[in-house]
Every structure is written in structure tokens, then in C-alpha cells.
């Protein structure tokens, strides 16, 4: 089945120690997302691609880094966690023809100690 | 500035007992209105899109309906298995792809 797929599903680091989270997708979507989802709030917006286009929300910090090396994968960088960005870290894909629905991987839980 | 409320915040319920769910958007340009329910520690998962105002769609024990300020999720006698927070977004023509997150509503079941 297509779908989109994150790894690890959870991921402990050090405080100040960079850390990378994938995403991978099979469904051939052009725009892939990341957000940030913390205990009983709505997924936070960091940054999308449009194709190979990067786009940076206005206030994600510049701690949190993207990379997509082609269609099928994207990476997160944060580069010194800190306490803050303990989170449900969330992948989503969705085309621009049509709908606009997304699909979402299960997510990277990350704790930072 | 697109904007999405959700209501309740939380909804407990007795295995049952129907209700329904709230949101309510103020979009420049309505394209596309979602729900997703989330389970816990995982990731949404698409449920329904509506796109125009008296539209409906239903799938098993949920129905979603939209107006030009609002759609109701109903969900007509839930099981705990329905137990999940519920998400609403929207997609404007001024954010095209990009959507507005409602908070949620999490609503839990009992049996």
C-alpha cells in the first residue's frame, strides 16, 4: 500500500546533540510537510516543499533544519535540541492537482534529556 | 487571516450516545474543508473533504455536513472504538495548499 513512512518512531538525544529524523513516501505526492505536535495541541506548521521548493514558516527557529534529496524523501534536522523540542514530530504528504487532503506517517516522538 | 474553531474542546460520551462535533472557519475563498481523527501517538488519518456548502459525506457511524461558516461532524451511536481527538482544517484560495489546523475536539467514549 502507498503510504508515508517515518523513522525512527521514537528518537531520544541529548540535550545540544543534533539529531535527524526521515520520511519517505510512495505515494508520489509533490508536497511534503513537517510540523511539530506537542501534548493536546494542533500540528504546528515548521516547514513545507513544493517539489524542490523550500519553504520556511516565519517563525520556525533556525535550529530546525530540512533537506529533501529527491520526490520520495525528506530529512529534519534540529541541530542543538533543547528541552523545548520534545515533540510528536509529524510527515505529511498532498498533491497540488485536486485535493488537497494529506496523508500523515505515524510520527517520531522525540525526547530530549 | 484564515481562521478554524473547534467545539467542544473535549466530549465524553456513553457508548450510544449520538452528538456532533463543531467547527467553524472564516476563510477568504473556502477550497476544501477536512476532518482527520487522530488516535493517540499517531498520526492524523484523512476522513472526509467537503468543498461546498450542503455537502455531506458519511462513512460507517460518522457523517460530515458543511455550511458557508461551519460543518458538524455527527457521530451517531459511537463505540469506544471512536474514542480519538478529531481534527478540522482548512485550504483557502488565498493558502491554496498550505492549511489552518483547528485544536481539535477529543472526544472519548464509554463503554
Known amino acids: 500500500d502507498a503510504m508515508v513512512i517515518q523513522n525512527p518512531r521514537y528518537q531520544v538525544t541529548q540535550f545540544g546533540k543534533p539529531v535527524t529524523l526521515s520520511c519517505s513516501q510512495t505515494?508520489?505526492?509533490?508536497?511534503m510537510y513537517w510540523y511539530q505536535q506537542k501534548s493536546s495541541q494542533a500540528p504546528k506548521l515548521l516547514f513545507h516543499?513544493?517539489?524542490?521548493?523550500?519553504?520556511n514558516e516565519a517563525d520556525t527557529p533556525d535550529n530546525f533544519q530540512s533537506r529533501r534529496p529527491n520526490t520520495s524523501f525528506c530529512f529534519l534536522d534540529i541541530r542543538s535540541p533543547g528541552l523545548g523540542d520534545a515533540a510528536m514530530y509529524l510527515c505529511?504528504?498532498?498533491?497540488?492537482?485536486?485535493?488537497?487532503?494529506?496523508?500523515f506517517g505515524p510520527g517520531t516522538r522525540l525526547t530530549v534529556t | 487571516e484564515d481562521q478554524v474553531t473547534q467545539s467542544p474542546e473535549a466530549l465524553r460520551l456513553q457508548e450510544g450516545e449520538s452528538s456532533s462535533l463543531n467547527c467553524s472557519y472564516t476563510?477568504?475563498?473556502?477550497?476544501?474543508l477536512f476532518w482527520y481523527r487522530q488516535d493517540p501517538g499517531k498520526g492524523p488519518e484523512f476522513l472526509f473533504t467537503?468543498?461546498?456548502a450542503g455537502e455531506e459525506k458519511e462513512k460507517e457511524r460518522l457523517k460530515a455536513t458543511l455550511t458557508k461558516k461551519e460543518s458538524f461532524l455527527h457521530i451517531t451511536a459511537p463505540k469506544p472504538e471512536d474514542s480519538a481527538t478529531y481534527l478540522c482544517?482548512?485550504?483557502?484560495?488565498?493558502?491554496?495548499?498550505?492549511?489552518?489546523f483547528g485544536r481539535g475536539t477529543s472526544l472519548i467514549v464509554h463503554p
Open positions: 516543499y513544493y517539489d524542490k521548493d523550500f519553504n
Open positions: 505529511a504528504t498532498s498533491m497540488t492537482s485536486g485535493n488537497y487532503e494529506q496523508y
Open positions: 482544517t482548512v485550504h483557502s484560495s488565498g493558502g491554496s495548499y498550505i492549511p489552518t
Open positions: 476563510v477568504s475563498g473556502l477550497r476544501g
Open positions: 467537503l468543498y461546498s
Open positions: 505515494l508520489n505526492h509533490n508536497v
